[in-house]
């Protein structure tokens, strides 16, 4: 069955950088021939849309939160999300979701996607 695998969450202190990475399990296809997009959650809260990118990497969307600190590219068949700047508020488990529907952009609804990874742990701290 195929995997999403996440990638390079950590412990940061507030103004730092992060990269989260998401590969699929062996079927790259997955990955590469899909949209794909990041969501979160953080504790007692509901999972949000993050960023996402079409299948060519040529349109990207990101939520109000992140805007202009954070960006999701494609490279190697993979889909990295570069955090910067960031914020007490970020700290939350972040997912990589795939659409492997004909959708060619990303939707901001956690129901269009059918491929989720396990989740990355990012927290900033003060």
């Known amino acids: 069955q195929v995997r999403l695998v996440e990638s390079g969450g950590g412990l940061v202190q507030a103004g730092e950088s992060l990269r989260l990475s998401c590969a699929d399990s062996g079927r790259t296809f997955t990955v590469a021939g899909s949209v794909v997009a990041w969501f979160r959650q953080a504790p007692g809260k509901a999972r949000e849309f993050v960023a996402g990118?079409?299948?060519?990497?040529?349109t990207t969307d990101y939520s109000d939160y992140v805007k202009g600190r954070f960006a999701i590219v494609r490279a190697e068949g993979t889909v990295i999300l570069q955090m910067n700047r960031l914020k007490p508020e970020d700290t939350a488990v972040y997912y990589c979701?795939?659409?492997?529907?004909?959708?060619?952009?990303?939707?901001?609804?956690?129901?269009?996607?059918?491929?989720w990874g396990q989740g990355a742990q990012v927290t900033v701290s003060e």
């Open positions: 979701a795939a659409d492997v529907s004909l959708r060619i952009t990303p939707a901001r609804d956690r129901g269009a996607y059918g491929y």
């Open positions: 990118i079409d299948r060519k990497g040529t």
